[in-house]
C-alpha cells in the first residue's frame, strides 16, 4: 500500500488567481496520477504525473490550465491556473506503487472553491 | 452517453439488508473492474477488483462483472451503517490497471441502525 498525503486538503480561491496542490507519497511510486472530481460528476482523470518529463494530459485538459511538476518518485504537484468558478472540485492525486496492474491508491484530496 | 453509467441514489436501507449497486457501460474493452468506497471528505478506497468476467467474494462484499451485458454489481451482505458511503464503479482497458480508470458518478448509501 501507500500513505499518501495532500495539502492543502480545502482552500477558498477568488477568481484569476492560481492555486498549486502537493501530494506526497511515503514511498517511491513508479506512476503518479490527478483526478478531478466536480460536484454531482464521475472522477475524470486529468493527467499522468511522469517523473523528469512532461505530464502526459487527457483530452480536455491543457499543461497551462493545469501545470504539473514530478521531480522525484515520491511528489507531485498540481497547479490549478487563473482559476474560474467552475474550477472548484475536490482534486485528488491517486498512485500505482508497483507499476500497472497493481492497485490505485488516492489521497484523501483538495477540496477547492473558487468565488 | 456517458461510458459508464450509474445510479447515484440516495440508496437507504435498514441495518442488515443485502445491497445491490450496479453500473453498466458501454466500452466492450474495459477489462479490468473495481469498487470503491469514498467516505465524506476522504479519497476513494478500493474494495473489490475483477478481471475479467465472473465473481468475486471478500467477506460480506460480493462483485459481479457479467461482460456479455456489460454490467458490474456489488453485492453488501449483513449491511451496517459503516457501510454508509458512495460506492464507485470504475474500469479499465487491458489486462491490468493502468490508472487510468474510467468512473461511474457514484451511488450514495445509507444503512440505518
Known amino acids: 500500500s501507500a500513505v499518501i498525503s495532500q495539502k492543502p486538503s480545502r482552500d477558498i480561491c477568488q477568481r484569476g488567481t492560481s492555486l498549486t496542490i502537493q501530494c506526497q507519497v511515503d514511498?517511491?511510486?513508479?506512476?503518479m496520477f490527478w483526478y478531478r472530481q466536480q460536484p454531482g460528476q464521475s472522477l475524470t482523470l486529468i493527467a499522468t504525473?511522469?517523473?523528469?518529463?512532461?505530464?502526459?494530459?487527457e483530452s480536455g485538459f491543457v499543461i497551462d490550465k493545469f501545470p504539473i511538476s514530478r521531480p522525484n518518485l515520491t511528489f507531485s504537484t498540481l497547479t490549478v491556473s487563473n482559476m474560474s468558478p467552475e474550477d472548484s472540485s475536490i482534486y485528488l492525486c491517486?498512485?500505482?506503487?508497483?507499476?500497472?496492474?497493481?492497485?490505485?491508491?488516492f489521497g484523501s484530496g483538495t477540496q477547492l472553491s473558487v468565488l | 452517453q456517458k461510458e459508464v453509467e450509474q445510479d447515484p441514489g440516495p440508496l437507504s436501507v435498514p441495518e442488515g439488508a443485502i445491497v445491490s449497486l450496479n453500473c453498466t457501460y458501454s466500452n466492450s474493452a474495459f477489462q479490468y473492474f473495481m469498487w470503491y468506497r469514498q467516505y465524506s471528505r476522504k479519497g476513494p478506497e478500493l474494495l473489490m477488483y475483477t478481471y475479467s468476467s465472473g465473481n468475486k467474494e471478500d467477506g460480506r462484499f460480493t462483485a459481479q462483472v457479467d461482460k456479455s451485458s456489460k454490467y458490474i454489481s456489488l453485492f453488501i451482505r449483513d449491511s451496517q451503517p459503516s457501510d454508509s458511503a458512495t460506492y464507485l464503479c470504475?474500469?479499465?482497458?487491458?489486462?491490468?490497471?493502468?490508472?487510468?480508470?474510467?468512473f461511474g458518478q457514484g451511488t450514495t448509501l445509507q444503512v440505518k441502525p
Open positions: 504525473a511522469n517523473q523528469g518529463s512532461e505530464a502526459t494530459y
Open positions: 470504475a474500469m479499465s482497458e487491458g489486462s491490468g490497471n493502468t490508472g487510468k480508470l474510467i
Open positions: 514511498s517511491q511510486v513508479t506512476m
Open positions: 491517486s498512485v500505482l506503487p508497483g507499476g500497472r496492474g497493481e492497485k490505485l491508491f
